[in-house]
């Protein structure tokens, strides 16, 4: 008998010791995030040695290396805690980081067809759809909102000028329309789609921020006059800055009378619209040919994990779909990569399953009105005090306000140092916005973790800097 050749890749310890010891670890972490917690670590000495190492050439211990892990980890900004109101944040939702180690441990592929799980990854798909109240035949699991963009648009641009896949745009002029608020990934969509950033038609907004449905009439019908081809409009339900959701049954009727495409970049907002006291929002979503949502948004699941829903799932495969040898068509109609704009792709979809499996979808309903609720009750507070200004009411869950201390001469450089000011701090992490040439704190509330406690904080705690700040 041959002895069993010892494998290269070996721990130190076993498989069960090594898996225990993560286990304590995500479990420490996942109490750590119940509360917040009072001040952010700063990087300490064990970590900061670390990095200094060059590439080690030595193993070290198992149990070693995941204390360092969780060491790194606890010393970053988590977006899961629940005082963490910046940018758009994520919560890592305990079934979907278990559902992330399953996934990862069979590492399937979803590039091609994988059996029971694409299958899954078509349900997940369709779930998404119920969800929103769009109506899907298909769509995919995608990195999230950049990337479900540009997945759609391609789509878009190649019913727009078909061929230009092969042919390129020769000499073709195209355009988009948006919002002059529309989250950046479009913008870039229209760079890598070779139609330039100069085709992005950014229109004006109403005083409530939603991007005029005349204007993007108006716009389209000037292209169309001097030559231009539209590709699609775009409407954002729920911009990254203020949360506004553009007027989609307008902007439908717009792209219907034209026959333009309408994609709704939902990445951040989408999930609002099951949630009755803003679902008269969205109204119109069921018209559109395509929408971009993101579970690690506000469905709370850990990151990367977006959702494309198209209308017709067979306008992707026109965008899509190829012939390469190593990717034989013979048993399986499509693979996933002839929808998809990635290859290898890890099974996002197992999270969103399991989530709405565990869970139910009424539960989602309820941690976002929960959230919908934070964001009203801090604009009332800021209208609670002489020293906070908010932006506007809440359309969701973004509430822009400033700090303005009496005789502050600038505002802007003010609220700039005081985003500043309350990162260091600890207590309460929030980011600064530019709207309207004004600096503004812009907390986002999509954290299934944050309660009324941490919303009220976040007022006394910005009252409290801000006036050390200005004194
Ligand atoms: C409206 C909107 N679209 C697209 C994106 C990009 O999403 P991602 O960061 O998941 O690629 C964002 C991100 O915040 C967004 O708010």
Known sequence: MTEEPERPLQLDASRAEALARAVELIAHAWRSMDHFRPEEPPLDDRVLALLKD????????????????????????AQPRPRYFAFIGSSGLEIGAIADFLAHTYDINLAVYAAAATEIERQAVS???????????????????????????????????PGSRADGLAGRRPALYCSAEVHYSVVRAAELLGLGSAAVRALPQDEERRVRPDAVADAIDADVAAGVTPIAVVATAGTTLT????????????????????????????????????????EGLDRADSCSVDAHKWLYLPKACGVVLVRRQEELGVAFSHEQGYLPHQRHELHAVD??????????????WLAFRAYGAPAFRTAIEQNLRQARLLYEEVLKHD????????????????HVPEGARDLNAHNFELARALQVDGRVYVASALIDDRVYLRPCFVNYRTTEEDVLALVDIAREVGEKLAG
Do not use: Q
């Not at 994609?263 to 006291?277: I, K, N, Q, R």
């Not at 020293?387 to 400033?402: H, K, N, Q, T």
């Open 243 to 282: 949360g506004a959701v553009d007027p989609i049954d307008a902007l439908a009727d717009v792209c219907a009378d034209r026959g333009v495409w309408l994609h709704v970049d939902g990445a951040y907002g989408l999930p609002a619209a099951t949630v009755p006291s803003v679902a008269p929002l969205f």
């Open 127 to 161: 779930w998404m759809g119920e969800f929103v109240g769009f109506p899907a035949t298909g769509g995919a699991f995608t990195s999230g909102g950049t990337v479900s963009n540009i997945t759609a648009l391609a789509a878009a641009r190649e019913r727009a000028l």
């Open 54 to 77: 060059h590439l080690p050439e030595a193993p070290s211990p198992v149990r070693e290396v995941l204390d360092d892990a969780a060491r790194i980890l606890d010393e970053s900004i």
């Open 339 to 352: 929808f998809t704009l990635e290859y290898s792709r890890p099974f996002r979809a197992l999270k969103v």
């Open 387 to 402: 020293d906070l200004e908010p932006l506007a009411p809440p359309p969701l869950s973004i509430v822009p306000f400033r």
